[in-house]
């Protein structure tokens, strides 16, 4: 027999097809050991407070735990075809407790129970997530640290541009992962408040205790207003718009790992156990999992603006329109999680050609803007006609077929004579990588320097 949907007004049974949209059961069974903690603790008040007695608490409590235990083991499988996770939960309780189960729903509504059980959910996700971005942090700090020397070209508009190491290319991404880890810690801070006891959207006239399930469930503190606190989807448009973030720096990192590993580059190679073969072509190796992270992105970004669109305009406080808010979240937690565990490894097990990065180096003339910086600081000469003069002299390397590393100093004094002997070892592109002595530049000491705060700062979050 299909049960009604919560009522005791509708006689009639459900039709097939409303259950079919309404219930949410299939998807918010992942919550059952939110529903069953936030209940646990919902009872525990009622007790306290005397609203409940001692007794009923004792078989409530005992009961929660036996249905734990039930559905991790596979006893109580969440198949069936209650509406949701919170009514299958208080249905199997009251078949176990009696009459005890039944005054679990006191003082409380489904509505502050979902916005409860949704936002321990997304709590404890984005703690899971944030732990995984500080490994990852570590990972890319670990890998700056050995490839503090190896030089790459550094590209603006994906035109070689000047001389970098490879170790100051992965810190970058290790500051957009600590970026995302600070703005999950944030998140997490601001929405760390107890919406338990607001009841359907006005509180309750019973005496309960917003404190003590705060407590009990590791709470700042209760929300401040129950209309807002029923109604606010917030929390979980954070999460989606971290991971969102998140993924859109994973992407630029899949992007560039995509094409360095392509034949033009061959700057890094994925380990076997992280690219795939084609079906017909023997001699290939894909990089499916950048591609696939990259492609993911785009799904996350989907997730987001969808829980944006269900909200925009809802009346307060719950509307059905509400229960829309899961899916969506679990897919980008989901999503994020194996992301950042597929990176972390990744990343590992990949090599560095390092041989073929510094080569790359020889290619676009790198050093070039130390030539147009030496006649600024050694000649006096106004940086325009600085860059003048650098251009004529790239000119010449074009014509020569070298690169302005190679040039000699006869070369260099035939576009210019103000060009002095030092100039030579200044083009040289390690001079000019470890030239870039700035705060944040890219000179293998301020690269270490680098590694060394973070690696400060990771120890300091651990
Ligand atoms: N399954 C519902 C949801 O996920 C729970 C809240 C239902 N509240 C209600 N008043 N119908 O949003």
């Given amino acids: 027999m299909s049960k009604k949907i919560a009522s005791a007004r509708?006689?009639?049974?459900?039709?097939?097809?409303?259950?079919?949209?309404n219930n949410s059961l299939p998807f918010d069974k992942v919550l059952y050991g939110e529903d069953i903690q936030g209940s646990r603790a919902h009872a525990y008040m009622l007790c306290e407070q005397g609203i409940i007695s001692k007794e009923d608490y004792e078989k409530i409590e005992f009961g929660l735990l036996e249905i734990l235990e039930e559905v991790e083991s596979g006893v109580f499988v969440l198949d069936g075809d209650d509406e949701d996770i919170h009514m299958a939960i208080e249905g199997r309780l009251t078949q176990k407790v009696g009459d005890a189960g039944k005054r679990l729903h006191t003082a409380r509504s489904r509505n502050d129970q979902v916005a409860l059980d949704f936002r321990l959910y997304v709590q404890k996700n984005t703690k899971v997530i944030a732990h995984l971005l500080l490994e990852n942090i570590a990972?890319?700090?670990?890998?700056?640290?050995?490839?503090?020397?190896?030089?790459?070209?550094?590209?603006t508009h994906l035109q070689h541009a000047q001389p970098i190491n490879f170790g100051y290319h992965m810190l970058a991404y290790a500051s957009m992962f600590k970026r995302d880890y600070e703005r999950f810690m944030s998140s997490y801070v601001r929405n760390n408040y107890s919406p338990i006891g607001c009841a359907a959207l006005a509180g309750t006239p019973h005496p309960i205790s917003r404190q003590i399930t705060s407590d009990k469930l590791g709470f700042t503190a209760p929300t401040l207003n129950c209309l807002d606190t029923?109604?606010?989807?917030?929390?979980?448009?954070?999460?989606?718009?971290?991971?969102?973030?998140?993924?859109?720096?994973?992407?630029?990192?899949?992007?560039?790992l995509i094409l360095w590993s392509a034949s033009e580059f061959k700057w890094v190679t994925l380990s076997d156990r992280h690219a795939t073969?084609?079906?017909i072509m023997p001699q290939k190796k894909n990089p499916d999992i950048p591609e696939l992270l990259r492609g993911k992105t785009g799904r996350v970004n989907g997730?987001?603006?969808?829980?944006?669109?269900?909200?925009?305009?809802?009346?307060?406080?719950?509307?059905?329109?509400?229960?829309?808010?899961?899916?969506?979240?679990?897919?980008?937690?989901?999503?994020?999680?194996?992301?950042?565990?597929?990176?972390?490894?990744?990343?590992?097990?990949?090599?560095?050609?390092?041989?073929?990065?510094?080569?790359?180096?020889?290619?676009?003339?790198?050093?070039?803007?130390?030539?147009?910086?030496?006649?600024?600081?050694?000649?006096?000469?106004?940086?325009?006609?600085?860059?003048?003069?650098?251009?004529?002299?790239?000119?010449?390397?074009?014509e020569k077929g070298l690169d302005i590393s190679e040039l000699s100093l006869v070369d260099l004094q035939s576009v210019d004579e103000r060009i002095g002997e030092g100039v030579v070892a200044l083009l040289d592109n390690r001079a000019s990588m470890n030239a870039r002595q700035s705060e944040g530049g890219t000179a293998t000491v301020r690269t270490l320097e680098q590694v060394e705060s973070l690696k400060g700062w990771l120890s300091s979050q651990m």
Avoid: W
């Fill in 139 to 155: 990972i890319f700090v670990s890998v700056a640290e050995t490839h503090a020397n190896t030089m790459l070209p550094g590209m």
């Fill in 303 to 398: 997730n987001l603006i969808g829980l944006l669109t269900v909200m925009k305009g809802l009346p307060l406080a719950y509307n059905k329109d509400m229960q829309e808010d899961k899916e969506g979240v679990f897919d980008s937690v989901r999503t994020a999680i194996l992301s950042l565990q597929v990176l972390n490894e990744m990343i590992v097990e990949m090599s560095v050609n390092a041989d073929k990065m510094e080569a790359a180096c020889m290619i676009g003339h790198l050093s070039a803007t130390d030539l147009a910086d030496y006649l600024v600081k050694e000649a006096g000469l106004p940086f325009r006609d600085a860059y003048h003069i650098t251009g004529n002299v790239v000119n010449l390397a074009e």
């Fill in 230 to 256: 029923v109604s606010d989807r917030d929390f979980a448009l954070e999460i989606l718009f971290n991971i969102s973030t998140m993924m859109m720096h994973i992407s630029r990192l899949s992007e560039e």
């Fill in 277 to 279: 073969g084609s079906s």
């Fill in 10 to 21: 509708i006689s009639e049974k459900s039709s097939q097809l409303l259950q079919d949209l």
